[in-house]
């Protein structure tokens, strides 16, 4: 079973930049499709970025499109979530998801969850 640990997140001014890793263990994930989500209090849990790690494709939330990077690192079995530009409308708890299917947009179709790190952006 695949284990996922993000860490990374904490608080900075706007304009700043964070970079967010999810450090997956338990099997090598390279076959699998990998996601950033995030979920500010009191609205729904929504896409970030994802990427399938085979293949190296991307896909971003319009959001977040110019000023967030999705990447991986195969021998560190780890994916990155590089955020510059950050707003105060970032500010979340960020979790990485992992699924064998597809690079969704959907977190309802990533069955694999990390716990989440807190992304705070002052203004």
């Known amino acids: 079973q695949v284990q996922l640990v993000e860490s990374g997140g904490g608080l900075v001014q706007a304009g700043g930049s964070l970079r967010l890793s999810c450090a997956a263990s338990?099997?090598?994930?390279?076959?699998?499709?990998m996601a950033w989500f995030r979920q500010a209090p009191g609205k729904e849990r929504e896409f970030v970025a994802a990427t399938r790690w085979s293949v190296g494709s991307t896909s971003y939330a319009d959001s977040v499109k110019g000023r967030f990077t999705i990447s991986t690192d195969n021998a560190k079995n780890t994916v990155y979530l590089q955020m510059n530009s950050l707003e105060p409308e970032d500010t979340a708890v960020y979790y990485c998801a992992a699924n064998r299917l597809a690079a969704y947009h959907h977190p309802n179709m990533y069955d694999l969850w990390g716990r989440g790190t807190q992304v705070t952006v002052s203004s």
């Open positions: 338990g099997r090598t994930v390279n076959n699998y499709n």
